[in-house]
C-alpha cells in the first residue's frame, strides 16, 4: 500500500511540475496554448512518461492549436512588447475603424475603375461636353434634355458617328457618364468625412496622415485629369477619315492616376491591419526574402502591362484585329514600323499597340507562372505559397479574359471584366508584395531559427 501511496504522489507531482512549466513559458492570458519538447527536461518526461500522458488525456479535446495558424497582427502581439510602430493609435477598436474605411475606400475606387471602362466602352465619355468645378445638376425637364442634346450634337462624335441618334439613345449615354462623374464626387466626400473624424480623434499617425493626404490630393485631382481627357475628344480630328476619341496619353494618364490612388489605399489598409508580416521563423523570413527578389520584377510587369491596356482602349486597338494568336493572317502585321517618328509607333499605331499588349500580357503569364515554379520548394509561410499560387491562377484567368475579350470584338461584358481582371491581377501583387516584406527588427529577435515542428497536437 505504502509503494502504491508513493507511484501516485510521483506522478501528480511530475504533471504539476509539467504544467507549471508550461504556465512560464507561455504569454499570460493567451487563449491558446501548445506544449513543445523542447521547453521540458527530456529526462524527466522519458521517466515518468506514463503520468504525463495520463496527465495530458486528462485536458479537454481542441484546447491546444497549433502557433503556425496565427498571423502576425497587431492584435496578436502587443505593441508595447512588440516595439511595433504602428499607424493606428488608440487600439484595437480604432484600428479596425480605420483599416475598414481604407479597404472600403479601396474598392470604391475599384468600382470607379470598373464603371469608367463601361463609360468607355458604351460611347458615353463625350456625351457630357461641359464640366463645372462645383459638379453639373441632371437636366430634369424636356427642355433642359434638348438643350444639353443640342450641345452634343455640336460635337464631333455626334456628327461623325452618331449623327441621327434620338433622345432617349443620348439619356443613356449622359446618364452613364454623369454616374461616372458622381460616382467619383461621392468618393472624395466619403473618403474626406472619416478621415477628418479619425485626425479629430488622433487615431491617424503623422506617417499615415502625410500618405493619405497625399492620396487624397491625387484623387482631387482626377477630376481636373477626367476633364482634360473629356475635352481631348471634343476637338475636332485632324483627318476627315478618323474618328473623334479621347487622346490614348491622357486616357492613360487617368488610368495610371486611378491605379496609383487604389494601390495606395490596398497598400497602407493592409499595414494598418496587419503591421507584421506572417513569419514564424527565421527560415520562413529567408524564404520571403528570396520571394521578394521575384515579387518585384514581376510587379513591374504586370503594372507595365496594365497601363499598355490603356493605350490599347485610347486608340480602339482591341478591334484592330479580332484574331489569337496570329493578328490577322500573320504574325506580325506589315504597318507596325509604319508611322514617323518610330516612338509613335508604340503609341498610336494601333497595329503597334495590340502587338505589344499581347507581348506583354504573354510576359506576365509567363513571368508569374515562373514565379510559382521557382518558389514551389522554398522554405516559406504557407499563406506565402497560397498567394503565388492564387496569382498564377489570377493571371491564367485575365489571359483567357483578354482572348476571349479579343475574339468576340470587345463587347461591353468581357471588356469590363478584362479590366476588372488587371485590377485584380495588380491587388493579388499587391497583397503579396506585402506579406513578403521584411519583420521588425524586435520581431526577427524573437523568431526560433525554424519553425517548431514538434508541438504536441492534442
Known sequence: ????????????????????????????????????????????????RNATILGFRSLPKGFYKHPARNMCTAASIPAEKAGLKLLVTGGPRAQKMVGIWLFGSAAWVFSMVILGGVTRLTRSGLSMTDWKFTGNLPPLTDEEWISEFEKYKQSPEYKRINKGMSLEDFKFIYWMEYAHRMWGR???????????????????????????????????????????????????????????????YRLAAHLTSAFAIYSGLLWNALSVVMPEPPAESLAWVNGATKVKRLVIPVSLIVGVTAISGAFVAGNDAGRAYNTFPKMGDTWIPDDVLSMKPLLRNFFENTSTVQLDHRILATATLVSICSLWWATRKLDIHPAVKYLISCTAGMAGLQVTLGISTLLSYVPVSLGSAHQAG???????????????????????????????????WL
Open 186 to 248: 461621392a468618393l472624395g466626400i466619403m473618403f474626406a468625412l472619416p478621415f477628418s473624424y479619425f485626425l479629430r480623434k488622433g487615431y491617424i499617425t503623422l506617417g499615415l496622415g502625410l500618405r493619405l493626404s497625399g492620396l487624397f490630393a491625387l484623387g482631387a485631382g482626377q477630376g481636373f485629369i477626367g476633364w482634360w481627357m473629356v475635352k481631348s475628344g471634343l476637338e475636332e480630328p485632324e483627318s476627315e477619315y478618323s474618328e473623334p476619341r479621347v487622346s490614348p
Open 1 to 48: 500500500m505504502n509503494r502504491i501511496a508513493t507511484l501516485l504522489l510521483r506522478k501528480n507531482q511530475t504533471f504539476n511540475s509539467i504544467y507549471s512549466n508550461s504556465k512560464q513559458f507561455f504569454n499570460n492570458g493567451t487563449n491558446f496554448k501548445a506544449f513543445s519538447t523542447e521547453s521540458f527536461n527530456l529526462s524527466s518526461i522519458t521517466a515518468s
Open 422 to 456: 488587371a485590377l485584380t491581377l495588380l491587388s493579388f501583387m499587391i497583397l503579396l508584395t506585402h506579406t513578403v516584406r521584411k519583420p521588425s527588427l524586435s520581431l526577427l529577435r524573437s523568431l526560433p531559427p525554424v519553425a517548431k515542428n514538434t508541438t504536441v
